[in-house]
């Protein structure tokens, strides 16, 4: 093919059917579809160019290139010995110093990643003065557990009770008092956070906990650890939400996700489970961006933010890989001006930091998921949905800093719907390209929509570590809007992806602007109406509904999003300030739909009912 094209093709060549047809590809392995499929998309390339990993001169977690070969084997012949125990997955291992320099001095070539193994931390942040004060707390019963792999827990506290402690460091390790104290205050603030903090009230009671000690309070594995958290959460498949404030101090790296992070998200894609995980603190003013595994794209990611919902000092940024929106959201962490209340061995103290503000996002997910009966994507959605509101365009200093926002304390805030909205929550599994429904009986007034509307959708999609920035493989993409009378969508954000006319100029739209506009490859997706004093109201078309479409794009393997659960938060605002909930619920139920409101009250009886003991006589 160089030969015969003088090693250069141009655009002209490339349409010019004399010169390129189908029958000169006879005596040739590749079609001319593909061929020139292939041509297209590299003429899009400036530069290319190896990047190889250097010896990080510590012990460190290697990633290799896939070689479709045995990792072990593959070490032994270059006279590295690895325990299997030592080994992530089938190209991940964890290699000491010396085992490091053989593998950089004979094949440097077959090592993709390399990042230093966590082993400092500095979890606890702005420790003040301890109180004594003995506090009392009532018998557990029917309530929801939440789960926390942390450092060690105390169980001489007040709150022991209501704690299952599994201690999972090493008996030869010693351990000393310091290195209970980070994990058994952020144990307090997920077991009785609202007592400790009355400011902090959110309305959720109080949870259990099953607490698992990893690591101690100063140095620890994070290979060890990360192996751990996929059998902890194996054999406690029971829970649904799990609290992680342990992180390190090294920024991530802009290339690809960390091994740890990368696990967390495959352990999400296999189990019906969501991380909560804190921002990572600053480790001094050098360090800016986030560190590992603050970069797991399915966990929900939570910064801190002081009382008066400013960044704290010692937040760090995102965003991960140069396009994924972390952290997630943001809450009140503590800081000089209102510290977090927490309980310690040596009893109550202030504290701040990420970690501190994570827990909190933990109670609240757990509510919605243990408690109101919500599946994650909901779950997780709602609580985005509601830090977000109707802020369409944030800076990009503001979503590094915040991620979507700052999440409302009550928590019916977050579930309940405003006088002048319409809010109603989807959820379905995409099966195939287009998963839909058409059927959204909007009120009208004077056959015309007196709203603006926004959507949030989330879904936990499977990720491949060794794509680079190109992460996840699935990428699920939502229209909403009215449907015109050719059946096309008429969608709030104008989202021309996914188009039938796709070669038509109108609707093409290059990878760059999907990703920009519409967050192509994300797994949260926002998009949304402005609501200002302007606002007017919508004209309808033959069909008197609205339409949602969800389609599905995968990178690698076709069935990659097959089976993923997708969740989306519709919200229409009154734009004149009227109450049209009861019209809707009305409607829907005229046009055959079977309503299930979100009523609290109802939903924390059937949990109650469910989760009693039944005695058989």
Same mark, same amino acid.
């Given at each position: ?25 006879? /005596?040739? #392995? ?9 041509? @297209?998309?590299? &003429?899009? +390339?400036? =530069?290319?160019? *190896? ?120 008996? /030869?390790? #010693? ?9 058994? @205050?952020?144990? &307090?603030? +997920?077991? =009785?956070?609202? *007592? ?143 510290? *977090? ?277």
């Amino acid at each position: 093919m160089a030969k015969k094209f003088n090693s250069s093709i141009n655009n002209e060549i490339l349409k010019d059917k004399t010169q390129i047809n189908s029958s000169i590809f006879k /005596n040739y #392995p590749m079609a001319q579809s593909p061929f020139k499929q292939v041509i @297209a998309d590299v &003429s899009y +390339i400036d =530069d290319f160019e *190896i990047e190889y990993s250097e010896n990080q001169g510590e012990q460190s977690i290697v990633t290799l290139y896939d070689t479709k070969s045995d990792t072990k084997k593959i070490l032994n012949s270059l006279g590295i010995d690895i325990l299997t125990s030592r080994i992530l997955d089938d190209q991940t291992v964890f290699l000491d110093e010396n085992q490091l320099d053989l593998l950089f001095a004979k094949a440097p070539y077959l090592v993709s990643m390399a990042t230093v193994d966590i082993s400092d931390l500095a979890p606890s942040d702005f420790i003040q003065n301890y109180d004594n004060k003995l506090m009392s707390i009532p018998t557990p019963k029917i309530e929801p557990t939440v789960g926390v792999i942390d450092t060690l827990f105390d169980k001489s506290v007040y709150f022991n009770e209501w704690v299952e402690y599994y201690d999972l460091v090493d008996d /030869n390790i #010693p351990k000393e008092p310091r290195d209970y104290n980070h994990g058994t @205050a952020v144990t &307090s603030i +997920i077991v =009785d956070g609202p *007592i400790l903090n009355p400011w902090l009230d959110d309305g959720c009671g109080r949870f259990k906990v099953r607490h698992f000690g990893v690591a101690t309070g100063s140095n620890f594995s994070s290979f060890s650890i990360t192996k751990q958290i996929k059998e902890i959460v194996t054999k406690h498949k029971d829970i649904k939400v799990w609290n992680i404030s342990l992180g390190s101090n090294d920024e991530i790296n802009s290339n690809f996700i960390s091994a740890e992070s990368a696990i967390l998200d495959q352990i999400q894609f296999e189990n019906n489970i969501i991380f909560v995980v804190a921002g990572t603190n600053k480790p001094n003013e050098m360090i800016e961006k986030i560190g590992s595994p603050a970069d797991s794209i399915n966990s929900m990611v939570v910064n801190a933010v002081t009382k008066t919902g400013l960044s704290a000092r010692y937040s760090r940024k995102g965003i991960v890989l140069s396009f994924f929106g972390k952290p997630d959201v943001s809450y009140y962490g503590g800081s000089i001006e209102k510290y *977090i209340k927490v309980c310690e061995p040596l009893g109550a103290a202030d504290v701040a930091g990420t970690s501190f503000a994570a827990p909190w996002i933990s109670r609240k997910l757990s509510y919605l998921i243990d408690v109101l009966g919500l599946n994650r994507e909901i779950a997780k959605a709602l609580i985005i949905d509601a830090a977000r509101d109707w802020n369409e365009n944030p800076t990009a200093d503001e979503l590094a800093l915040y991620g979507h926002g700052i999440v409302p304390i009550r928590i019916e805030d977050i579930v309940q719907t405003k006088k002048d909205e319409i809010k109603f929550l989807v959820s379905d599994v995409s099966e195939k390209w287009d998963t839909y429904n058409y059927n959204f009986p909007v009120p009208l007034q004077n056959n015309m929509y007196p709203y603006v509307a926004r959507a949030t959708m989330c879904y936990f999609p499977m990720c491949e570590r060794t794509q680079g920035v190109d992460y996840t493989n699935t990428e699920l993409n939502i229209k909403f809007g009215r449907i015109k009378d050719n059946g096309t969508f008429n969608d709030i954000k104008g989202d021309n992806q996914n188009l039938d006319d796709v070669g038509s100029e109108k609707y093409y739209l290059l990878e760059d602007s999907a990703r920009k506009n519409f967050r192509k490859w994300d797994n949260v997706k926002y998009v949304a109406e402005k609501p200002t004093t302007r606002n007017q109201a919508k004209k309808s078309y033959t069909n008197k509904n609205w339409g949602m479409s969800v389609k599905t794009n995968n990178r690698l393997n076709a069935n990659d999003g097959t089976g993923v659960r997708f969740g989306v938060v519709v919200t229409l605002k009154e734009i004149n300030g009227v109450n049209r909930i009861d019209e809707f619920i009305s409607n829907c139920y005229l046009n055959g739909w079977l309503v299930n409101e979100l009523d609290i009250a109802l939903r924390i009886n059937v949990n109650q009912k469910l989760s009693e003991d039944i005695e058989f006589e």
